[in-house]
């Protein structure tokens, strides 16, 4: 399944900066991988080995920002009716056990559990769509369901 288009104006912010900072990396790897070069025999020079791992790395991230970010929509807008959970809501959930936790809804690009954002297409948050607070939202899990009630929503 094709990931979703959407992104925060943030999240396209931090792809362009990464984008950036990839192509700056990608001149030193390749004047260090010039230099490993001339060290001669390259079939055992680690350094070289390395560069041109690294430098294969980095082009390929390249390729996929270079595919990915023209097809990206920048969603900044907040929505009409901000008491339903849409794309790019701050929603506060208690699990069964009266846990609270809180998530951000956001496109795939911008995925960082720490921060607790979540995908657009993950299954919590499909099922959290269009809910309001004091909503019940089951989903499937490995070891069977789980329940979440929506206690706050917000927007930034």
Avoid: C
Avoid at 107 to 124: A, C, F, R, T, V
Wanted: glycine share 4%; hydrophobic share 35%; aromatic share 8%.
């Amino acid at each position: 399944m094709k990931s979703s288009p959407y992104i925060t104006a943030n999240g396209m912010a931090r792809l362009n900066e990464e984008l950036e900072q990839i192509w700056v990396r990608r001149r030193e790897v390749v004047k260090a991988l010039s230099a490993a070069a001339a060290e001669g025999d390259r079939s055992e020079n680690a350094e070289y080995i390395y560069r041109k791992k690294e430098l294969r790395g980095l082009d390929r991230r390249i390729r996929y920002l270079q595919r990915r970010m023209p097809d990206l929509r920048v969603v900044s807008e907040q929505p009409n009716d901000m008491t339903k959970i849409f794309f790019a809501a701050w929603v506060q959930l208690e699990n069964e056990s009266g846990e609270e936790v809180e998530y951000r809804i956001v496109g795939p690009d911008e995925i960082d559990h720490q921060k607790g954002n979540i995908s657009l297409d993950s299954p919590l948050a499909q099922a959290l769509l269009s809910k309001e607070v004091d909503d019940e939202v089951t989903i499937h899990v490995q070891n069977g369901m789980k329940k979440y009630y929506v206690v706050a929503i917000r927007y930034e």
